[in-house]
Structures are given as structure tokens and as C-alpha cells.
């Protein structure tokens, strides 16, 4: 069975939702873009709600100058979009699943042959799929910022299995990632 990956950019205090500018996915140093590229290596679909989805797409596919080389990999990647509403995706290599029952949805996914399914944003999506207890392994950049407000990635009330520190690397911009596994 493949590996629910949740990935996500966080503050100090846990947020990650982004409503000051702690994070910008075009100002990253070397080291911390070689993890990126080795983490997109262990991937190969990348699995968002509609709004994180509008939000990539209506960004990355324009980025034509990107030597980042995350704008090729989004390209190229099998994207799945969770949507009750979404009907054209309009970017390449994209697939609806209708949302009439995530859980259901994803473990199919998990069950189909490949690398790791990566979910990325989509704080709706994560809560779900954290809830569910379909996450494996949690990798989180965590900023060296304090936002004072936001949702986080777990919500008041949330109830999650043993984690297991399996992994923490720091970078020269003072990002750390720290890698969870729940198994």
C-alpha cells in the first residue's frame, strides 16, 4: 500500500495557514530545494483540495522562469482534486475525485501501485484525512516565524496516534523539517 504523506509549511506555533508573508515558495536556498527535489522523487501523485488546487494552478503554470524546478515537477506529477464542485480541472496530468466519500476516495488511491501520495495545504482535506487516521507519515518545514493566528494543522479536539520522530534536518535559512511516521 502506498504511503499518505502529509507535508506542510508551519510557523513556531503551529500554523498553517498563511495569512502574513512567513512563506514564499520562490525564496528557498539550495539545501532546503534538494530536499524538496528528493522528497519529489519519492512521489508520485499529489493529492489537494479545490481551493490549494486553484490556488497552484492559477500560480505555478505561469511561472516560466522558475529555476526552482517545482514548476516542472507540479506539471508533470498526477494531481488528484478533491471537489464537489470542480468539473474541469484545466492542468495537465489532473483527475477529480467527487468528494462523495473522501476516505473511501483515498484508500483507493493507497491501494493502487506507485510512490508516495503527498498533501500538501488543503487544511479541510488534512483534517479530514488526519481524522480518518489515514496519514503515514507527517513532514513538516517549520519556519522560523510566529504568526499569533491560524489554523493548525491539528484542530482543538483532535485525537492522533502515537508519532514517531523518524527524521530532523535543518537548513541555512533556519527551516527545520521534521519527519513523523505513525506506524
Not at 22 to 39: A, G, K, V
Not at 121 to 144: K, N, Q, W
Amino acid at each position: 500500500m502506498r504511503k499518505l504523506v502529509v507535508t506542510q509549511n508551519i510557523t513556531l506555533d503551529g500554523s498553517i495557514e498563511m495569512l502574513t508573508t512567513w512563506f514564499d515558495p520562490t525564496d528557498q536556498t539550495p539545501d532546503l530545494l534538494d530536499e524538496i527535489h528528493r522528497q519529489d522523487a519519492q512521489a508520485d501523485a499529489l493529492l489537494l483540495g479545490r481551493k490549494t488546487f486553484e490556488d497552484f494552478r492559477g500560480y505555478w503554470p505561469r511561472q516560466d522562469d522558475d529555476a526552482t524546478g517545482v514548476t516542472d515537477y507540479l506539471n508533470t506529477v498526477e494531481k488528484y482534486v478533491v471537489s464537489s464542485t470542480l468539473t474541469d480541472p484545466r492542468w495537465q496530468n489532473t483527475s477529480i475525485l467527487p468528494g462523495i466519500d473522501t476516505v473511501a476516495e483515498v484508500l483507493a488511491l493507497k491501494e493502487l501501485p506507485g510512490k508516495d501520495i503527498v498533501v500538501t495545504g488543503s487544511i479541510a482535506l488534512t483534517h479530514a484525512l488526519i481524522g480518518a487516521g489515514l496519514v503515514d507519515e507527517y513532514r513538516l518545514f517549520v519556519y522560523p516565524a510566529v504568526q499569533g493566528r491560524g489554523r493548525r494543522l491539528f484542530p482543538d479536539g483532535t485525537d492522533t496516534p502515537a508519532l514517531h520522530l523518524d527524521d530532523c534536518t535543518s537548513f541555512s535559512n533556519g527551516v527545520a523539517l521534521l519527519r513523523y511516521s505513525t506506524k
